[in-house]
């Protein structure tokens, strides 16, 4: 099933990867905030969902797994649903963290410069192996970007879809490296679709452990300017 055909999508007028929250995204934002996460069935429809805990605080929050598609599932719906138990964990509105979700993507990370040498496109086997999002393919299908669409084999089940990416698109059969990932003539490891390319690519590392497994050179504290000492004040009496 190479044609994927999506409807009920209205565009977005800038890149739609950063522009709203979606269910993969709020998970990328908990896992940088530190919470675990773990797969279950949901009572009685045994739709799989994932359960959010952060250990040390106690709290817990549930919502439909990213990367499942069920058919007539309404996913905004459900990512308002776990945004409003979200702020409420975190005492604040559904906007203020909408907005901190989004800013995860769009701005750059403190304790991250990236190096550009590919570690991290060769290390995880789910970077070429694994699974992208409904909100991620209607994206690229939105912005016409076939050449993406070509390596996303769409798997049909009874009550829900799944996006296996990358698959090549003769074969059928998962690609044994990134598709995507070239070198210049300098031996800088570059992306071929940086500005489109997956949320799970887009916020690695996701912690310091993440980038460590990858032994990634990028991950370290970035040291600020220093400023200059204030004068002290004069003592009186």
């Known amino acids: 099933m190479r044609d994927i055909l999506l409807t009920g999508f209205t565009p977005e007028p ?3 990867f950063i522009e709203k929250p979606t269910l993969s995204a709020m998970e990328k934002y908990l896992l940088r905030r530190g919470w675990t ?3 279950a069935s949901e009572p009685f429809t045994g739709r799989v969902i994932t359960v959010a805990e952060h250990l040390g605080r106690g709290v817990r929050v549930a919502y439909p797994h990213p990367a499942y598609h069920y058919h007539g599932q309404k996913r905004e719906q459900d990512l308002h649903q776990a945004l409003e138990e979200l702020a409420a964990i975190e005492h604040s509105t559904v906007e ?5 979700i989004t800013s995860i993507f769009a701005l750059p990370r403190g304790d991250f410069a990236c190096k550009q040498c590919g570690v991290c496109c060769e290390c995880f086997r789910d970077a070429y192996q694994g699974r992208v999002t409904y909100e991620e ?3 690229w299908e939105t912005l016409g970007l076939r050449r993406i669409l070509r390596f996303i084999q769409v798997v049909e089940r009874r009550d829900y879809r799944l996006y296996k990416a990358w698959v090549h698109p003769r074969t059928d059969e998962y690609m044994m490296r990134c598709p995507w990932l070239s070198s210049d003539r300098n031996g800088k490891r570059l992306c ?3 500005a489109y ?4 690519c887009r916020s690695f590392p996701l912690s310091a452990a993440q980038a460590e497994r990858a032994n990634c050179p990028g991950h370290t504290v970035v040291e600020m300017p220093q400023q200059r ?3 002290p004040e ?4």
């Open 137 to 139: 393919v209607v994206a």
């Open 192 to 194: 071929r679709i940086h």
């Open 234 to 237: 004069p003592q009186i009496g």
């Open 197 to 200: 390319r997956p949320l799970k």
């Open 229 to 231: 000492p204030e004068k």
């Open 37 to 39: 996460l773990r797969d």
């Open 96 to 100: 203020a963290l909408s907005l901190a």
């Open 14 to 16: 800038t890149n739609p």
